[in-house]
């Protein structure tokens, strides 16, 4: 919804990674708080957009290079990693200090709002535990779990986006991977306990029977992003190896719980 009132409020959006080797480069952001950009006023000087085509890039573009993102502790002190999982501030500001006060967007004023980064929970580096989406499916069952890439309408390359968000759209999907963990559950030590409860009642109690659970913890990420969970516009179809002591006559049920996304107890959202 476009409207034009006295003032913009701009901040990063939200960026979700795992935890791992790479944090968010100063420039790897993308702008909330805007939907239409007609112009851009810098120091005075205005310069007109229109709203499609290579016109709509370019403004963005422009409006884009005119900040910069770091991130810091609760305490403020500047962050050197992504190893420790919880939200951080996204502190946003001009590329040029001198900038403030001085940039118009649609002639209307520009106020500045810090975002949010979340580190998500893995129990080794991501990089550790990626790895590349195959092209096929295997001939023979892989020893870890695998993601076959499938695409579009059986034609066109699947599209991904930062973390979920259609408007965040990926150019470049050459880091794409599928990530393996073991599962979490923050603060709870007998969180595999809990799932099992969770099964066991869902699936009900059988004479004779008796279940054997396996767990994984499966996402999609893209490397070239600092390990930023993605999603795709395609379904990906999942392999496992089939654990010890079963064949092809054992009768599996799979389930999902799509909530367990490593940010429950985190508050990484805005107010």
Sequence with gaps: MFVNNDQYTLYPDQCGIYSGNAMPEPEDFSIGGLNKITSISVDGKETVYKTYGNEKEKAWSDLKALFTVHYVKADGSPMDGAETPGAYRAVFQYADPDLDGKVRINKNEVKLKDGVLVIRYTSSPAEEL?????????????DQAVAVEQKKNGTRDAAYYLNGDQDRELSDTSGIVLLEDRPYVTGA????????????????????????????????????SANAWVTSN???????????????????????????NREYGMNGHRD
């Design 234 to 260: 395609t379904k990906k179809a999942g392999l496992s190896a089939i654990p010890g002591g079963t064949d092809k006559n054992t009768e599996f049920t799979l389930l999902r719980f799509p909530e367990l």
């Design 189 to 224: 030590p007998d969180g595999e306990e809990q799932l099992e409860e969770r099964i066991e009642e869902h699936l009900g109690t059988v004479s004779g029977m008796e279940y054997h659970f396996e767990f994984r913890y499966l996402d999609l990420v893209d490397q070239n």
């Design 130 to 142: 990626s790895s590349p989406l195959l092209s096929g499916e295997p001939a023979e069952l892989p």
